[in-house]
């Protein structure tokens, strides 16, 4: 079933006019509300008269996360703080989180695309869906639940963990949809395990997983262990939250919502708009945003794009599952990790940062992170209470800075690894790509 | 009266002790005390050895983490209540006491301690009447063994 056809099957024609409209639109309210841009058109001598259709995006800025970091909290705000009635943030490279805002019409269109992709996933308002996302500062528990009512489904509020409650619940309520990180997808089939729930006593059809990379293995697994179709959701708090892309039931990739987020494919390295049957960076200009509208984001994720008919019946662009990055910002149990941020901590505890290395590794489909430090003699302290004590500081500043656990291990010098240019930190043993 | 005592981090996995021993047997130190302090993922080896600073210098060479630090060796008879006799003027006196090793043989037992203040250690031991063991008798011969307030 498609939501809303008049928007998901316009004509390629109809829907470039459409979104060059929206921009007009768009690019006249950044310029006149929000510093950031009208400063940086300026310099480059331009007006937002010279913006007429999509083709001419190219020749506006980038927007970067750290262009949010460095006008936060809310510097980059499309209007007045009292028009704003959503606040949601995700963490930043140096600590501090990436602060996104929304009107009351951004919540309706983030309903407004959610509802779509969950009914290009074949759910429906008969379906009693089980929101796993976490709810609260990040977007996917609240962006699945407003619009999974939207859509006119029974939303069972219930976020992460407590995998045993989640079970009984899934169970007892009869969960037919289930949201939640792919990884957590897998850890609630342990569980029911577990439990000693059979399969024949869920009635599960549907998962609805994103926030993290998965390959097709990880499907397959999933879908052989939970006996629900696997589906792919997509998108980024700074474009709006989940909802962003969707797959649908033909998969080959994820339906962009491109009449609200007009999707380019550039070169990361040059940043020159290159054909997106190749993969690249993929970059969003939140066509109808007002809290924070955004020209431009850079996602650092690298896809594709193919315009080309899809059997559904969608005429909207789809993009390739993403399962990698321009940066190295980690993704763990759906959280944002930059090894910056646990740089920035051995810094401030060590004065200047020892050898060290980060270790992701999966176990029992959860997403663990290790950090071992070199202990040499600057660190070296002759009780064991030192020792400890220092690692408990290094776990809780960085635990509180990133918001994931962390295991930290002290290891020998000389033993992490050395290279020849940039130190490789981060040593991923998942199979995600 | 003050011992200098040897530290060195290890890993917790195997050859990294006989590592250290190796490295000392083959300069021809010698272990006159040792000790492990263990957790899951590492340990603290601790050693009384005859030349430290040698030791340390062929350690670090070996890329190993090592550090001297200060104790006292207190010399009690072997016998039940010696060693409550010397901890209790420490407790009574506000020294805490960080680790401690010892070892009983014949008529007498050798106890290393590290604490909180080495030379208020010293000076509280040796008014209690305590006798304390000097780097000479332990077997060290190096040039800074010999403390010249002893």
């Known amino acids: ?433 | 009266m003050k011992v200098q005592q040897l530290s060195v981090f290890l890993e917790n996995r195997s050859g990294r002790l006989t590592e250290v021993t190796e490295t000392l047997g083959h300069a021809c130190i010698n272990i006159t005390a040792q000790c492990v302090a263990d957790s899951s993922d590492y340990g603290v080896l601790r050693m009384v050895v005859s030349d430290p600073v040698q030791a340390a210098a062929l350690l670090r060479a070996r890329g190993l983490s090592v550090t001297l630090t200060d104790v006292v060796c207190i010399e009690t008879p072997n016998v039940p209540g010696a060693l409550h006799k010397a901890l209790e003027q420490l407790s009574t006196a506000g020294v805490s006491v960080d680790y401690m090793y010892a070892f009983a043989n014949g008529q007498t037992a050798l106890v290393l301690i590290r604490t909180s203040d080495i030379t208020r250690t010293v000076n509280v031991l040796l008014a209690g009447g305590q006798k304390l063991v000097g780097p000479r008798d332990l077997g060290m011969s190096y040039a800074g063994a010999f403390d010249p307030s002893e």
Not at chain 1, 320 to 346: H, T, W, Y
Not at chain 1, 367 to 372: E, K, Q
């Open chain 1, 1 to 433: 079933m498609i939501w809303n056809s008049s928007q998901e099957s316009m004509s390629r024609d109809e829907l470039a006019a459409c979104q060059s409209r929206r921009l007009r639109e768009l690019v006249q309210r950044v310029y006149h509300g929000v510093a950031f841009y009208r400063d940086k058109m300026q310099r480059l001598g331009m007006m937002p008269e010279d913006i007429r259709t999509v083709e001419d995006l190219p020749s506006l800025p980038f927007t970067t996360k750290s262009d949010l970091r460095d006008n936060y909290p809310f510097g980059l705000f499309g209007v007045p703080l009292d028009q704003i009635v959503r606040l949601h943030a995700s963490s930043g490279t140096t600590g501090r989180p990436t602060v996104v805002g929304y009107t009351r019409r951004d919540i309706g269109v983030w309903s407004e695309v959610i509802a779509r992709s969950l009914a290009s996933t074949g759910t429906t308002p008969t379906d009693l869906i089980q929101v796993a996302y976490g709810y609260g500062l990040f977007t996917g528990g609240l962006g699945l639940h407003y619009g999974a009512e939207k859509l006119g489904c029974a939303v069972i509020p219930i976020s992460g963990g407590n995998s045993k409650r989640q079970v009984q619940i899934m169970r007892d309520f009869g969960t037919t949809v289930l949201a939640c990180t792919p990884s957590y997808a897998l850890h609630l089939a342990e569980a029911i395990a577990d439990e000693h729930i059979d399969r024949s006593d869920l009635k599960l059809r549907v998962g609805v997983f994103g926030a993290e990379p998965w390959t097709d293995g990880m499907r397959r697994e999933i879908e052989q262990r939970l006996g629900l179709t696997a589906m792919d959701i997509y998108g980024l708090s700074e474009v709006m939250g989940p909802g962003v892309a969707c797959e649908c039931s033909a998969r080959c990739g994820l339906h962009v919502q491109e009449d609200h987020f007009f999707p380019e494919i550039v070169d990361p390295e040059s940043l020159k708009t290159q054909d997106p049957a190749i993969r690249g960076e993929l970059v969003f200009t939140t066509l109808t945003k007002e809290g924070l509208p955004l020209l431009r984001y850079r996602t650092r994720d690298l896809t594709t794009l193919d315009a080309s008919a899809c059997a559904c019946g969608r005429t909207t662009v789809r993009m390739a599952k993403c399962l990698a990055r321009s940066d190295d910002m980690l993704i763990i149990r759906g959280v944002n990790v930059f090894p910056s941020q646990i740089e920035a901590v051995l810094m401030g505890l060590a004065g200047v940062a020892p050898h060290y290395v980060i270790e992701v590794d999966r176990e029992h489909n959860l997403d663990v992170l290790s950090l071992l430090v070199e202990v040499d003699e600057r660190l070296f302290a002759d009780t064991m209470g030192q020792l400890e004590s220092w690692t408990a500081s290094v776990r809780r500043q960085i635990e509180s800075a990133l918001g994931v656990s962390i295991r930290v291990r002290l290891v020998e010098p000389k033993t992490i690894a050395r290279s020849e240019g940039k130190a490789k930190r981060v040593i991923d043993r998942r199979n995600i790509q």
